[in-house]
Nanobody, 113 residues
């Protein structure tokens, strides 16, 4: 089975930067889609970014130009730059392979002055 472990959350000031990492283990670790959803209190869950096996990224309009997703086989990274208060949320890493989605435990990102 697939396990997904994420790290790198924390607090940062507006305009600052931080990085998230997510490592998947188990079957088919080098293929499939990986990325992050985020959810803030009272808000809809939002797909932030994803990346396929070949390394082609996709971003939500709200983070384009500010976030960068990259992948090294079973590990995916989210570099968050020029962060805004509205980026505050719990970020959930995911891996989708063979039609099944596996989730990380979630990590809190807080952007505040």
């Amino acid at each position: 089975q697939v396990q997904v472990v994420e790290s790198g959350g924390g607090s940062v000031q507006p305009g600052g930067s931080l990085s998230l990492s997510c490592a998947a283990s188990g079957s088919f670790v080098s293929i499939g889609v990986m990325g992050w959803y985020r959810q803030a209190p009272g808000k809809e869950r939002e797909l932030v970014a994803s990346i396929i096996t070949g390394g082609i990224p996709s971003y939500a309009d709200s983070v384009k130009g500010r976030f960068t997703i990259s992948r090294d086989k079973n590990t995916v990274y989210l570099q968050m730059s020029s962060v805004k208060p509205e980026d505050t949320a719990v970020y959930y890493c995911f891996r989708t392979v063979v039609g099944r989605t596996y989730w990380g435990q979630g990590t809190q990102v807080t952007v505040s002055s």
